[in-house]
């Protein structure tokens, strides 16, 4: 799993530049990452690596680094 790709999602869901994304970025550094843009990221990581998560893994999502450790355990 590439984490530049992750990066560029995010950056193409948000509008933003992937430079501006780090494993530690979360929902409230930028306004335009609410629910609707989490939604949109779910479904294209799901898209991009082949998976389907499950709604319970969903809802411990915090920041761009449980984004990542959520599609290596699915990815096992």
């Given at each position: ?64 680094k ?6 290596e355990?699915?990815?096992?």
């Amino acid at each position: 799993m590439k984490l530049d790709k992750i990066f560029e999602i995010f950056g193409d869901i948000l509008d933003l530049n992937k430079d501006n994304f780090n494993l530690d970025t979360k929902p409230s550094d930028f306004d335009e990452w609410d629910s609707v843009a989490t939604v949109n990221i779910i479904i294209a990581l799901e898209d991009e690596f082949g998976v389907k998560f499950k709604l319970e893994d969903i809802q411990q999502l915090k920041k761009i680094k449980d984004f990542v450790e959520l599609l290596e355990r699915y990815q096992k």
